[in-house]
C-alpha cells in the first residue's frame, strides 16, 4: 500500500499520516488498554479521538495563555441550547486533518465513516436556536475572537424519535452514557449557587438598609468544557456546560444526622436540573425546574465570568464592561440581568446607579420568535418561591423603569405603564421576561430583516420609541465547514477546482461560481455530485425505512420542528392533492416526486402529532399503491437530527420552506439547502426574503400571502371555510382525511387536521395559501423538465447565497453589538 505522508496544511500542530496512526495506536494501548487485535470500531473511535485531542489541548493552551496575556474583551454566549450534533469528522476538517486521519485510518484497515457513526449526536437544543448556537461558536473559533459558550451539561438530549404504526413514540437520548471523549471535566472550576429561601432586612450599625437571602438550597455546579476548534485557525475556544449536584456541605450534614434517605433525595432533586432538556420548541415549559435551569446556569456562569474578572482585577468592577459582554440568546438566560444585580448591589456593595450602568453595558438580547406563546412570563409567586431576592430586584428595575423612562416620555399615561411593565398585573401576575431584556440590554435583535422590522412594528413599538438605537438587526447564517465542505465534500471539492479553496473561509467567493452556471460540463458535473448524493440518501432511506425511493426523482424535502407555523400540512396536503389527481386521471403527467420529511413534535403537543401520524399513514398508502406507479413516494424519516440533516440536505433539490408569513423569524435550514443547490419552494417569510433577493426571482419559487396581506386577511376577519366551499380539490382532499381511505377500518383517525382547519379556524391560513403552493410547485415540475435549465438554477443558488455564512452574522455581531477585536494566538 502507498504511504501518504504528506502534511496537514493548516491546523494547530504539523502532523503526517505516520504520526497520526502511531497516536491512534498509543491511545489504543495507553488511553483505551486494548489491541489492535481485538478493538472494537468503538475503540478505534476513542482512540482517534484521543488523538486528535493532543493537536486539540495544544490549540486550547496556546488560546487561553494569549487571551490571557493579552487581557482580552471577550463574548459570553449564554444559551440553554447548543445542537452540537457530531464533533469527530468536525473537529478534524477544522485542523485540516480529515484526510491524513482518513488515510491513517484506512493503512490501519478501517473506514472512517464507519468510526464517525460510533458517535452519539450530541443534542443539546431543539432546533433552530440551539443550532444556531453551535453555528456561532464555530465561527466565533474561526475568525479568532475571544468567545465563551455557557449552557447546560443535559444528561439526556432531545429525545430519540421512532415510529409505532405511524405514531411518534419518545425514548431518552443518553449521548454520553459512557462518557463522551470530547469534553473534560474542570472540578477546580465548579461553583455554588443558592435558591428557595427568604429575604431579610437588616440594618447596620450606622442604619443603612442591606437586603439578606437566606438560601433554602444550595447547589454545585460542575463545569464540563468541550474545546471549539476554528477552521484552519488557531483558536480552540471553549463551550462550558455545568452539571448539577448536590452541595457536598449540605448533602453531608444530613447524610451525617442519619437522613440517608433524605441525602439521597437532596441528591436526585439537585441531579435534577441538568438532567433533562426541555423538549418544548418555542413554548413555555411554565415549570418551577426550567426556572431553576435558568438560573442554575446564568448564575454558575456569572460567578465563573466575575472570578475570572477578578484575577486580573481583583475588586476594582471599572473595567468589568470593557472585558465582558453578555450575549442573551433568547429570553431564557434573561434571569441573569437581576443576578448580575444582586451581585454588584448585595455583595459588592455597589450602589444601584453604577451597578445598573454596568449592566445595561454587558447585556445584548437576541429574540428568535414572536410566537405570542412563545414569550416567556413567570408567574410572580414562583419567582417569588424560588427566587425571592431576584424578585425584588426585579419590582425595583421595574419602578425605576416606569419612573425615569416611560412617565417621562408619556406623562400620566397609566395605559403606557401597565403595557410596558415588567410586571404583568393580573389575578396571577407574571414577570415579562422580554420586557426584562429589552430594559436591561443595550441592544435587541432581530435574526432575519423582516423579523427585526416586526420586532420593532409589533412587539416593541414603544420600547423602540424609548431607544430608538437599541435596536438592530442580524441576519442568521450557518457554517459552511460542517453544512457544505464536511457535509457534501464532492460539491466542496468542485467548487475548489474551479474557484479556489477559500471559500470555506469566504463564502462570497462562491458568486465566482456563477459564472460556470451556463457551462455544459459544469452542469453536468453538478447533477452527476447531486445524483450520488441522492443515490447514498435512497441507501439511508432504505436502511431507516425499508422505502425504496428512486434516486432520479425530484427530491423534495422539508427538514424542522413540527409545528403548525412551519405547515407540514399544507405539504401533505399538495401530496393528497397530486395522489388524488393520479387516481381521477391514471396518466397524469408529472416528474416523478419523492417527498421526505424529518421532524420531531414536543411530546405535549397534540395537533403536531396527529399531523405526523397523518403523513405517516398516508405515506404508507401512497407507497403500496400500484397505481402511483412510481410517480409519488412519502418518506418520514425517524430520528431527524443533525446526523440525518448532513445527508439530506446534499442530496435535496427542492427546499420546503412555507411557513405562515410573518411567522418563521429567519429559518436556518433554507440556507444551508440553498448553499447545496437546492431550489426553495418558500414564502416571503423571514430569511426567505434575504435569499430570494440574492438568488433571484428566476431561482426561488415564491408563492402565498405576504406579512402585509397575512395582517389584512386576520383582521377583515378570515374564514377558512369560504375557500373549502369554493375549491373543490380543497374539500374532496380534507373529506378524504375523514375517511378511512387512509386507516382501514378506523374512520376519523386522521380527521384531526380538518378539524384544525375549519372549526379551528386554520389560524395560520394553509387554505389560503393552498392554491398558490401548488401553482408554485407546478413550476417545480416544469422547471425539472429541463435538466439544463434545473442545473443552471441549482448552480446559481450555490453560488448566490454567500451572504448566509455564520462568520457574516458574527462580523455584524462584532460591529453592530460585541466590539471585540480579534486575537491571534501565540504559539508555543
Ligand atoms: C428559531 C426560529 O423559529 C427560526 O426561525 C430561527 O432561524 C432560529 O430560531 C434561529 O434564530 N426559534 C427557536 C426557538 O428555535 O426555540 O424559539
Known amino acids: 500500500m502507498k504511504k501518504h505522508t504528506s502534511t496537514a496544511s493548516t491546523g494547530v500542530t504539523q502532523i503526517n499520516t505516520e504520526q497520526l496512526k502511531d497516536q491512534i495506536i498509543r491511545h489504543l494501548h495507553s488511553t483505551l488498554g486494548t489491541d489492535v487485535n481485538k478493538a472494537s470500531p468503538q475503540a478505534w473511535w476513542r482512540a482517534t479521538c484521543a488523538a486528535v485531542n493532543e493537536q486539540v489541548y495544544d490549540g486550547l493552551r496556546n488560546t487561553q495563555r494569549t487571551h490571557y496575556e493579552n487581557n482580552t474583551r471577550a463574548l459570553h454566549y449564554f444559551s440553554l441550547e447548543y445542537l452540537m450534533g457530531r464533533l469527530f469528522s468536525n473537529n478534524l476538517h477544522n485542523l485540516g486533518l480529515y484526510e491524513q486521519a482518513k488515510q491513517a485510518l484506512s493503512e490501519l484497515g478501517l473506514n472512517i465513516a464507519d468510526l464517525e457513526d460510533q458517535e452519539e449526536d450530541m443534542a443539546l437544543g431543539n432546533g433552530g436556536l440551539g443550532r444556531l448556537a453551535a453555528c456561532f461558536i464555530d465561527s466565533l473559533a474561526t475568525l479568532n475572537y475571544p468567545a465563551i459558550g455557557y449552557g447546560i451539561h443535559y444528561e439526556h438530549g432531545l429525545f430519540q424519535q421512532s415510529f409505532q404504526d405511524g405514531r411518534q413514540i419518545e425514548r431518552p437520548d443518553s449521548w454520553r452514557e459512557y462518557a463522551n471523549p470530547w469534553e473534560i471535566c474542570r472540578p477546580e472550576s465548579v461553583q455554588e449557587i443558592s435558591v428557595y429561601g427568604y429575604v431579610e432586612t437588616v440594618y447596620d450599625l450606622q ?57 439521597s433525595r437532596e441528591n436526585i432533586e439537585a441531579e435534577t436540573i441538568s438532567k433533562v432538556l426541555y423538549p418544548n420548541d418555542e413554548t413555555d415549559a411554565g415549570k418551577e425546574l426550567r426556572l431553576i435551569q435558568q438560573y442554575f446556569f446564568v448564575s454558575c456562569s456569572l460567578k465563573d465570568i466575575i472570578r475570572r474578572y477578578k484575577r486580573t482585577h481583583a475588586d476594582d468592577w471599572s473595567d468589568f464592561a470593557k472585558q465582558v459582554v453578555i450575549q442573551l440568546n433568547d429570553t431564557h438566560p434573561a434571569v441573569s440581568i437581576p443576578e448580575l444585580m444582586r451581585i454588584l448591589v448585595d455583595r459588592a456593595e455597589m450602589q444601584w446607579d453604577q451597578a445598573w450602568n454596568i449592566c445595561q453595558q454587558v447585556f445584548a438580547y437576541t429574540n428568535h420568535t414572536l410566537l405570542p406563546e412563545a414569550l416567556e412570563k413567570w408567574p410572580v409567586r414562583l419567582f417569588e418561591k424560588v427566587l425571592p431576592r431576584h424578585l425584588e430586584i426585579i419590582y425595583e428595575i421595574n419602578r425605576r423603569f416606569l ?39 443595550f441592544r435587541v435583535n432581530g435574526v432575519a430583516e423582516i423579523h427585526s422590522k416586526l420586532v420593532k412594528s409589533d412587539l416593541f413599538p414603544e420600547m423602540v420609541a424609548l431607544w430608538p438605537d437599541k435596536f438592530t438587526n442580524v441576519t442568521n447564517g450557518v457554517t459552511p465547514r460542517r453544512w457544505l465542505k464536511a457535509c457534501n465534500p464532492k460539491l466542496a471539492k468542485l467548487l475548489d477546482d474551479n474557484i479556489g479553496s477559500e471559500w470555506p473561509t469566504d463564502l462570497k467567493q462562491l458568486s465566482k461560481f456563477a459564472a460556470f452556471a451556463d457551462d455544459v460540463k459544469i452542469q453536468d458535473a453538478f447533477i452527476a455530485i447531486k445524483q450520488q448524493n441522492k443515490a447514498d440518501l435512497a441507501n439511508v432511506v432504505k436502511k431507516l425505512t425499508h422505502i425504496d425511493i428512486d434516486p432520479h426523482a425530484i427530491f423534495d424535502i422539508q427538514i424542522k420542528r413540527l409545528h403548525e407555523y412551519k405547515r407540514q400540512h399544507l405539504n401533505l396536503l399538495h401530496i393528497l392533492a397530486l395522489y388524488r389527481r393520479i387516481l381521477q386521471e391514471p396518466d397524469y403527467d408529472m416528474v416523478p416526486r419523492v417527498f421526505l420529511f424529518g421532524a420531531k413534535a414536543a411530546p405535549g403537543y397534540k395537533l403536531a402529532k396527529e399531523i405526523i401520524y397523518a403523513i405517516n399513514k398516508v405515506a404508507e398508502k401512497i407507497n403500496h399503491d400500484k397505481r402511483v406507479k412510481n410517480r409519488l413516494k412519502v418518506v418520514f424519516m425517524p430520528n431527524y437530527r443533525v446526523t440525518l440533516a448532513e445527508k439530506m440536505i446534499p442530496a435535496a433539490d427542492v427546499s420546503e420552506q412555507i411557513s405562515t408569513a410573518g411567522k418563521e423569524a429567519s429559518g436556518t435550514g433554507n440556507m444551508k439547502l440553498a448553499l447545496n443547490g437546492a431550489i426553495t419552494v418558500g414564502t416571503l417569510d423571514g430569511a426567505n426574503i434575504e435569499i430570494a433577493e440574492e438568488v433571484g426571482d428566476d431561482n426561488i419559487a415564491i408563492f402565498g400571502l405576504t406579512v402585509d396581506e ?64 401548488v401553482k408554485a410547485q407546478q413550476k417545480i415540475d416544469q422547471w425539472y423538465r429541463d435538466k439544463s435549465l434545473w442545473a443552471k438554477k441549482a448552480i446559481l443558488n450555490t453560488a448566490s447565497v454567500g451572504k448566509f455564512t455564520s462568520d457574516r452574522s458574527i462580523e455584524d455581531y462584532v460591529s453592530r453589538v460585541w466590539h471585540l477585536e480579534k486575537c491571534h494566538i501565540r504559539r508555543d
Open 207 to 263: 442604619g443603612k438598609m442591606k437586603k439578606v437571602w437566606h438560601p433554602g438550597r444550595i447547589i454545585k455546579g460542575v463545569p464540563w468544557d468541550i474545546p471549539i476548534v476554528g477552521y484552519n485557525g488557531s483558536s480552540v475556544n471553549v463551550l462550558r456546560l455545568w452539571e448539577s449536584r448536590a452541595s457536598d456541605f449540605f448533602n453531608w450534614d444530613v447524610f451525617n444526622s442519619g437522613g440517608y434517605i433524605d441525602a
Open 710 to 773: 397575512v395582517k389584512a386577511l386576520h383582521a377583515n376577519g378570515y374564514n377558512s371555510m369560504d375557500y373549502y366551499y369554493a375549491n373543490p380539490e380543497i374539500k374532496a382532499i380534507l373529506d378524504w382525511l375523514e375517511t378511512d381511505y387512509f386507516t382501514p377500518g378506523k374512520p376519523g383517525e386522521l380527521a384531526a387536521i380538518k378539524r384544525s382547519l375549519l372549526e379551528g379556524g386554520d389560524p395560520y391560513l394553509v387554505l389560503a395559501d393552498f392554491e398558490s403552493y
Open 403 to 441: 419612573v425615569e423612562q416611560v412617565d417621562v416620555l408619556w406623562p400620566g399615561d397609566n395605559e403606557k405603564k401597565r403595557k410596558l411593565s415588567i410586571i404583568e398585573e393580573g389575578h396571577d401576575a407574571m414577570v415579562r421576561m422580554g420586557h426584562l431584556s429589552v430594559v436591561g440590554s
